[in-house]
Antibody, heavy 120, light 106 residues
Framework: QVQLVESGGGVVQPGRSLRLSCAAS????????MAWVRQAPGKGLEWVAL????????YYADSVNGRFPISRDNSKNTLHLQMNSLRAEDTAVYYC?????????????WGQGTLVTVSS | DIHLTQSPPTLSAFVGDRVTITCRAS??????LAWYQQKPGRAPKLLIY???RLESGVPSRFSGSGSGTEFTLTISSLQPDDFATYFC?????????FGPGTKVDI
């Protein structure tokens, strides 16, 4: 069955970095675009970053553009989010999500999420 | 930029009620709209895509309709398991956008 398991969350001071990972299994990872979506405590969903199935195209929300590069390793079925220059407003649960196989950017499977807390 | 609004922000209903949630886009998005259900402490779950297509495994009491700028998610007969927050999402660009959510209280 499809599984997406995030890791790497934790408490970090403002201005520092954190790297999130998402281990995928149960499907052909290299056939799907992937995304990170976050949810601040008590708030709605915010798309963060998208990467195409082969890693050639990457898209970012304005709020993280230039700070949070997304990458993937199709040989290891793993998605990453390098979070740099973290701010208090980046505090959220970060979800890894699979894009539909047709290539459209809606998300048919989600991981359980990993909490990132940015605090001094 | 496209903006999505949802109404109502919250609604209270009884088991067995027919419930309708509306999502409006600030400009036409054809039928590039998905709906998700999220329960507290859980990841979102895809219910509907392309405005009206039911995701595999989703109960048939859920349905979606609309095109252009106005969309609806309908639960034909509300069940206790349907207590959740529902989000719409536009995906006709490389910047997927979520609506603010509608919380359904049973």
């Amino acid at each position: 069955q499809v599984q997406l398991v995030e890791s790497g969350g934790g408490v970090v001071q403002p201005g520092r970095s954190l790297r999130l990972s998402c281990a995928a299994s149960g499907f052909s990872f290299s056939n799907h675009a992937m995304a990170w979506v976050r949810q601040a405590p008590g708030k709605g969903l915010e798309w963060v970053a998208l990467i195409s199935y082969d890693g050639s195209d990457k898209y970012y929300a304005d709020s993280v553009n230039g700070r949070f590069p997304i990458s993937r390793d199709n040989s290891k079925n793993t998605l990453h989010l390098q979070m740099n220059s973290l701010r208090a407003e980046d505090t959220a649960v970060y979800y890894c999500a699979r894009s539909d196989s047709s290539g459209w950017f809606y998300f048919d499977f989600w991981g359980q999420g990993t909490l990132v807390t940015v605090s001094s | 930029d496209i903006h999505l609004t949802q109404s109502p922000p919250t609604l209270s209903a009884f088991v067995g009620d027919r419930v309708t949630i509306t999502c409006r886009a600030s400009q036409t998005i054809n039928t590039w709209l998905a709906w998700y259900q999220q329960k507290p402490g859980r990841a979102p779950k895809l219910l509907i895509y392309k405005a009206s297509r039911l995701e595999s495994g989703v109960p048939s009491r859920f349905s979606g309709s609309g095109s252009g700028t106005e969309f609806t998610l309908t639960i034909s007969s509300l069940q206790p398991d349907d207590f959740a927050t529902y989000f719409c999402q536009n995906y006709n660009t490389n910047s997927p956008l979520f609506g603010p959510g509608t919380k359904v209280d049973i």
